[in-house]
């Protein structure tokens, strides 16, 4: 069984830093990436960064230059850091997981709740 347990979410001023922590535990065949989406009260799901098993990372137009994501092989951990905090970011975070290119994500974390005000 595969489950991603996601961490790191908080309240955090314009401007400021936080980073997202999504550790994996089960097995898994043939990932096509891994991902983080968001989502705000009454939006749809937007996809924010992938990366793919050899590193190959995508970003979004809106958070390309203040996010990045990573992941720690060692501790089947994946990241966002995320910095210069807009308040447009306020929302959810997910972290996903694909098995097939083209495909709807297979694999989700519960999601943590990001907040950036003042």
């Known amino acids: 069984q595969v489950q991603l347990v996601e961490s790191g979410g908080g309240l955090v001023q314009p401007g400021g830093s936080l980073r997202l922590s999504c550790a994996a535990s089960g097995s898994i065949s043939n990932i096509d990436r891994m991902g983080w989406y968001r989502q705000a009260p009454g939006a749809r799901l937007e996809l924010v960064a992938t990366?793919?098993?050899?590193?190959?990372?995508v970003y979004s137009d809106s958070v390309k230059g203040r996010f990045t994501i990573s992941k720690d092989n060692a501790k089947n951990t994946v990241y966002l850091q995320m910095n210069s905090l807009k308040p447009e970011d306020t929302a959810v975070y997910y972290c996903?997981?694909?098995?097939?290119?083209?495909?709807?994500?297979?694999?989700w974390g519960q999601g943590t709740q990001v907040t950036v005000s003042s």
């Open positions: 996903a997981v694909r098995v097939q290119a083209g495909s709807p994500y297979d694999y």
């Open positions: 990366i793919t098993p050899e590193g190959t990372t």
